[in-house]
């Protein structure tokens, strides 16, 4: 079974540029999760999506921060203008539904200078 | 709110050493409890978990047990490998699929 793909690994960009990062998720998974890991800390859920709903987005830095996940599978994170303290891996997550066990890609990591 | 503390690493062990790594948390009600590993280049995967006080996970040689009288899940594992150097992170998840990780501990195992 494919786990979770992330694209890019890695992606460096000045401050006040945008980016995009793009998450697919294990076949049949209806949760997908988009975390934020800063150097250092744990993983900060920013946004969960039940098939192409946004279930919780409380964390996330709205004026900057966008997802979405059309038709309930791929699902894209931006940011737009990103900060230097936007620096930071960003994880996306998969589960068969809400509260399985979650299946983690392997990260972007987003440079800012 | 809902937190995880974790021991700062790094843990360094030789081979087949004991490996303890502490977790508390603090919470409002009867959380679930966790133990997700990262090795290097991969993304983070479920170790263990534990859904209510007493229980005791395992997976791998590692166990921990969920304490509610110490708001506790430390991990354990009696003889560690190389191939267990890992960043390893504490979580809890109360009632929701929301997940609260702790900062994460590394373990380096040299031979």
């Known amino acids: 079974e494919a786990g979770v793909a992330q694209s890019p690994r890695y992606k460096i960009i000045e401050k006040r540029q945008s980016v995009a990062f793009w998450c697919n998720p294990i076949?049949?998974?209806?949760?997908l999760y988009w975390y934020q890991q800063i150097l250092g800390q744990g993983p900060k859920l920013l946004i969960q999506f039940q098939n192409n709903g946004v279930v919780d987005d409380s964390q996330l830095p709205k004026d900057r921060f966008s997802a979405e996940r059309l038709k309930g599978v791929d699902s894209t994170l931006k940011i737009q203008p990103a900060k230097l303290e936007d620096s930071a891996v960003y994880l996306c997550?998969?589960?068969?539904?809400?509260?399985?066990?979650?299946?983690f890609g392997p990260g972007t990591r987003l440079t800012v200078t | 709110g809902d937190s995880v503390t974790q021991m700062e690493g790094p843990v360094t062990l030789s081979e087949e050493a004991f490996l303890t790594i502490n977790c508390t948390y603090t919470a409002t009600g009867y959380p679930s409890l966790f133990w997700y590993v990262q090795y290097p280049g991969e993304g983070l995967q479920l170790l263990l978990k534990?859904?209510?006080?007493?229980d005791k996970g395992s997976n791998k040689g590692f166990e921990a047990t969920y304490r509610k009288e110490t708001t506790s899940f430390h991990l354990e594992k009696g003889s560690v490998q190389v191939s267990d150097s890992a960043v390893y992170f504490c979580a809890l998840s109360e009632n929701t699929d929301k997940l609260i990780f702790g900062t994460g501990t590394r373990l380096q195992v040299f031979p």
């Open positions: 997550a998969s589960s068969l539904d809400r509260e399985d066990e979650q299946y």
């Open positions: 076949s049949g998974h209806a949760t």
């Open positions: 534990a859904t209510k006080a007493d």
